[in-house]
T-cell receptor, first 116, second 112 residues
Framework: SAVISQKPSRDICQRGTSLTIQCQVD?????MFWYRQQPGQSLTLIAT?????????ESGFVIDKFPISRPNLTFSTLTVSNMSPEDSSIYLC?????????????FGSGTRLTVV | GQSLEQPSEVTAVEGAIVQINCTYQ??????LSWYQQHDGGAPTFLSY????GLEETGRFSSFLSRSDSYGYLLLQELQMKDSASYFCAVRSGNTGGFKTIFGAGTRLFVKA
């Protein structure tokens, strides 16, 4: 399976500022997925990032708040803009598992964001 | 709409067997997967069932019944390190695209 390096691992940010989270994959992948997980809760898909096209956002998430870049097949960034305490969460990037029969995801280690 | 239900917590004794159930409602169902997540860690993939029946991977097995919209994860010979949250996830869609929705997670406590 692919190995994903995600950073930062955690950050404490002031409200009104922005944070950019980076994910680097050790192999080329078509799609990268960004999830949010609030403490003790499930994973919610924010958007799907394809290289060379605009990201596709899920209901409740908008590009102005969560701009995504996908400059090549191994890298993506998610920015959390104009942060408020409600944005405090764990943000995870993921890719589809490659070359195996069973369908699933490999996740980055996550970014634990606290907005104060 | 789409929904998944799984118990919020399960407690079991070391060495025992535990079953975590998952029921789902969705259209365009393709498969059910399971993930393990330790506190402070990322989810890790455990299994995927697209067809009815049991899939075994070591101490972990996963079952699917498409007609009942039901599946479960079976953990045998429980170890303390199995204490974690377990998520079921449904993959659904059509030729226009696929989506994976995660359940709320089941927190497993393994006692000595």
């Amino acid at each position: 399976s692919a190995v994903i390096s995600q950073k930062p691992s955690r950050d404490i940010c002031q409200r009104g500022t922005s944070l950019t989270i980076q994910c680097q994959v050790d192999s080329q992948v078509t799609m990268m997925f960004w999830y949010r997980q609030q403490p003790g809760q499930s994973l919610t898909l924010i958007a799907t990032a394809n290289q060379g096209s605009e990201a596709t956002y899920e209901s409740g998430f908008v590009i102005d708040k969560f701009p995504i870049s996908r400059p090549n097949l191994t890298f993506s960034t998610l920015t959390v803009s104009n942060m408020s305490p409600e944005d405090s969460s764990i943000y995870l990037c993921s890719v589809e598992r490659q070359g195996v029969r069973a369908y699933g995801y490999t996740f980055g280690s996550g970014t634990r964001l606290t907005v104060v | 709409g789409q929904s998944l239900e799984q118990p919020s917590e399960v407690t079991a004794v070391e060495g025992a067997i535990v079953q975590i159930n998952c029921t789902y409602q969705t259209s365009g169902f393709y498969g059910l997967s399971w993930y393990q997540q330790h506190d402070g860690g990322a989810p890790t993939f455990l299994s995927y069932n697209a067809l009815d029946g049991l899939e075994e991977t070591g101490r972990f097995s996963s079952f699917l019944s498409r007609s009942d919209s039901y599946g479960y994860l079976l953990l045998q010979e429980l170890q303390m390190k199995d204490s974690a949250s377990y998520f079921c996830a449904v993959r659904s869609g059509n030729t226009g695209g696929f989506k994976t929705i995660f359940g709320a997670g089941t927190r497993l406590f393994v006692k000595a």
